[in-house]
């Protein structure tokens, strides 16, 4: 545990210099200009405690990965998350290695791909499969916001998950149902 003295020097030595990069870094990777100062804050109350236990080898380095990791954790828990921001988020981290970034540059990749592949889908497939699997909405609730069935909702989810896998493994990414399936649906029956 760091004496409260220390950490105070330590603080106003190495972080509080950093307050107008860190300002800079939130304002390009949040959207509400109103919410900066508090989002600034949040990250000292936590960059605080946990130099509490132990003093950061690297401030800057720490600094930026709390913020970065703050700002992603808010962004989900507000359920407003935009795939944009998160991969810029997580792309915008100082001080990467080789491998980290390479690693960040194919994530990156791959999220733009299934951004592409969600973009092919039907609007209301595309509905379902957002409001499910990107906001976390149950079944039910999806069904209520849209007006839609559960049923219709699983359905859309099953079609959307297959064309999605479909498109990101090189193919088409359109809805394809089982040729069974097809042949009823021609013939008239459910």
């Known amino acids: 545990m760091i004496d409260d003295r220390q950490l105070q020097i330590w603080f ?28 600034r804050q949040e990250i000292y109350v936590r960059i605080y405690s946990s130099a509490k236990r132990q003093l950061p080898a690297h401030a ?7 913020a970065r990791n703050h700002l992603i954790n808010v962004a989900r828990s507000a359920r407003v998350v935009s795939l944009d921001i998160v991969a810029d988020l997580e792309a915008s981290f100082p001080g990467l290695t080789s491998a980290d970034l390479d690693r960040q540059l194919s994530a990156r990749d791959e999220l733009r791909r299934v951004q592409l592949g969600l973009e092919r889908l039907s609007p209301r497939c595309r509905q379902v499969m957002v409001l499910r699997r990107v906001e976390g909405l149950s079944t039910r609730e999806v069904a209520e916001r849209l007006g839609i069935s559960a049923k219709t909702v ?33 013939e008239g029956k459910p």
């Open 12 to 39: 106003n030595r190495e972080i509080f210099p950093l307050e107008g990069a860190l300002t800079r870094y939130i304002r390009r990777h949040w959207r509400n200009e109103s919410d900066v100062g508090d989002l």
């Open 60 to 66: 800057r380095a720490f600094l930026f990965t709390t």
């Open 154 to 186: 699983e359905n859309q989810l099953v079609h959307g998950m297959r064309a999605l896998t479909d498109f990101m493994m090189g193919g088409e990414g359109r809805i394809r149902r089982s040729e069974h399936r097809r042949a009823r649906a021609v």
